[in-house]
């Protein structure tokens, strides 16, 4: 679908019917009334109180909405996405299910994920797929992939928008395994290198969906109960930063730092763990890197 077209649809259904068509009004309102008024959010990730006091503001003027509980905001492709929990292909199909999206073949996105190593056992595990999305009314190939909070993708030819997460998808703890043994836990950077360290080792790999420089103070308390606490970013300065950072933020939270082990893909094997896995490595090389790890 070409950006103008994409306008064109966008700008042809306006935002009152559209929440109407969602089952989000519990009153009568008209189509073609300039006035704003609040809604309950659908985005029920973002409101631990379940937002009993309506925070989500539809704003006809603009056809856009705005939650000033959760931060979501957007159009009206958003606010389907938001409360059907779907991609933008499938928002636009949903808005008009005769709308062509011209679909591209994927050969980058599916190049990117033989390189990284995943087998279709874990592809599917984790429900990843490739389509095609939009950033600033132009489109994108991309591989999606859910998070707790929602879809995060990652954009092909795009610099500036790598990656990506989908509306009302703050950040989170993408886990492998979700109630692992108390045994150790694996903390590295980003979702497909927690999948490859997965498929490879059977560990629980858990990634922050925010990336290297952001795990918050309120996420220690998940990790109080292991022996081990593996932290193995990206050997990259971001991914190192990152590290320390995490690092620092457990201890700080009342984690015992001798829990703490920090390890490193060998510069010469890549960047990554699906650089480290594609090489051939097992998880007898990995645990080779763990027992020949220093105190962080």
Same mark, same amino acid.
Request: charged share 25%; hydrophobic share 30%; aromatic share 10%.
């Given at each position: 679908?070409t950006p103008? #077209?994409?306008?064109?649809?966008?700008?042809?259904?306006?935002?009152?019917?559209?929440?109407?068509?969602? &089952?989000?009004?519990?009153?009568?309102?008209?189509d073609?009334?300039?006035?704003?008024?609040?809604i309950?959010?659908p985005?029920?990730?973002?409101?631990?109180h379940?937002?009993?006091?309506p925070?989500?503001a539809?704003?006809?003027?603009?056809?856009?909405f705005h939650?000033y509980?959760?931060g =979501?905001?957007?159009?009206?492709?958003?606010? @389907?996405?938001?409360t /059907?929990?779907v991609?933008l292909?499938?928002?636009?199909?949903w808005?008009d299910p005769?709308a062509?999206l011209?679909p591209?073949?994927?050969?980058?996105?599916?190049?990117?994920?033989?390189?990284?190593g995943?087998?279709?056992?874990?592809?599917?595990?984790f #429900?990843?797929?490739?389509g095609?999305?939009?950033?600033?009314d132009?489109?994108?190939?991309?591989?999606y992939?859910? @998070?707790?909070?929602g879809?995060?993708y990652?954009?092909? &030819?795009?610099?500036?928008c790598?990656y #990506?997460n989908?509306?009302g998808?703050?950040?989170?703890?993408f886990?492998?395994?979700?109630?692992?043994?108390d045994?150790?836990?694996?903390l590295?950077?980003g979702?497909?290198?927690?999948?490859? &360290?997965?498929?490879?080792? &059977?560990y629980?790999?858990?990634?922050?969906?925010?990336?290297?420089?952001e795990?918050?103070?309120t996420?220690v308390?998940?990790?109080?109960?292991?022996?081990? @606490?593996?932290?193995?970013f990206?050997?990259?300065?971001a991914?190192?930063?990152?590290?320390?950072?995490?690092?620092?933020?457990?201890?700080?939270?009342g984690v015992?730092? /001798?829990?703490?082990?920090? @390890?490193?893909?060998?510069?010469?094997?890549?960047?990554?763990?699906?650089?480290y896995?594609?090489?051939?490595?097992?998880?007898?090389?990995?645990?080779?890197l763990?027992?020949? =790890?220093?105190?962080?």
């Amino acid at each position: 679908m070409t950006p103008a #077209k994409l306008k064109e649809l966008r700008d042809g259904h306006k935002i009152i019917a559209v929440a109407r068509d969602l &089952g989000l009004l519990k009153r009568q309102i008209d189509d073609n009334s300039k006035s704003s008024f609040n809604i309950n959010c659908p985005n029920t990730n973002g409101h631990s109180h379940g937002d009993h006091r309506p925070s989500l503001a539809i704003l006809p003027v603009k056809n856009r909405f705005h939650c000033y509980g959760c931060g =979501s905001d957007g159009d009206v492709f958003d606010l @389907i996405q938001l409360t /059907k929990g779907v991609s933008l292909p499938e928002a636009i199909k949903w808005l008009d299910p005769n709308a062509e999206l011209y679909p591209t073949s994927h050969q980058e996105a599916k190049k990117y994920l033989k390189d990284k190593g995943l087998s279709p056992e874990t592809l599917s595990k984790f #429900k990843v797929y490739v389509g095609e999305t939009w950033d600033n009314d132009k489109q994108y190939e991309c591989v999606y992939f859910p @998070i707790p909070t929602g879809k995060k993708y990652r954009l092909f &030819g795009c610099e500036d928008c790598k990656y #990506k997460n989908g509306i009302g998808a703050g950040a989170s703890i993408f886990k492998t395994i979700e109630n692992p043994a108390d045994d150790l836990v694996v903390l590295c950077e980003g979702e497909l290198d927690a999948m490859s &360290g997965w498929q490879n080792t &059977g560990y629980p790999f858990w990634t922050s969906t925010a990336g290297a420089k952001e795990f918050l103070s309120t996420w220690v308390d998940e990790f109080r109960r292991f022996n081990q @606490i593996i932290i193995g970013f990206d050997n990259d300065p971001a991914g190192q930063d990152g590290a320390q950072n995490t690092i620092e933020t457990l201890i700080n939270g009342g984690v015992d730092s /001798k829990k703490i082990i920090k @390890i490193e893909v060998p510069e010469i094997l890549g960047k990554d763990w699906s650089d480290y896995f594609s090489t051939g490595r097992s998880k007898e090389d990995f645990n080779e890197l763990i027992s020949n =790890s220093k105190p962080p």
